[in-house]
């Protein structure tokens, strides 16, 4: 199983950047595909985007289209999700998740292993 933890989160300004990271320990990380999702307060999780095994395919979410870019580098056991132009609806617990499934996945129970999460704040 992976084991996966998230940083890079913090307070930023409307319009700024944030690079959020997802490590992972275990052998079986380059098997696996990553997604990030994210919950803001009374909300339900959602999709923000994810990618495959060896990051030939990534799919985004329709909240962070066009302002958001993941990336992957097995050999460091890292996922990247790079957001820019936030907002301040972007504000939200940032996850990262494993998928057994090699492809893509935008539904959350397609995920086997979560990581605690990181707080996104953008102020106005």
């Known amino acids: 199983q992976v084991q996966l933890v998230e940083s890079g989160g913090g307070l930023v300004q409307a319009g700024g950047s944030l690079r959020l990271s997802c490590v992972a320990s275990?052998?079986?990380?380059?098997?696996?595909?990553i997604g990030w999702f994210r919950q803001a307060p009374g909300k339900e999780r959602e999709f923000v985007g994810s990618i495959s095994w060896r990051g030939g395919t990534i799919i985004y979410g329709d909240s962070m289209k066009g302002r958001s870019t993941i990336s992957r580098d097995n050999a460091k056991n890292t996922v990247l999700l790079q957001m820019n132009s936030l907002k301040p609806e972007d504000t939200a617990i940032y996850y990262c998740a494993a998928s057994r499934r090699r492809m893509p996945m935008t539904m959350d129970s397609s995920y086997d292993s979560w990581g605690a999460g990181t707080q996104v704040t953008v102020s106005s």
């Open positions: 275990g052998r079986t990380f380059s098997n696996v595909s």
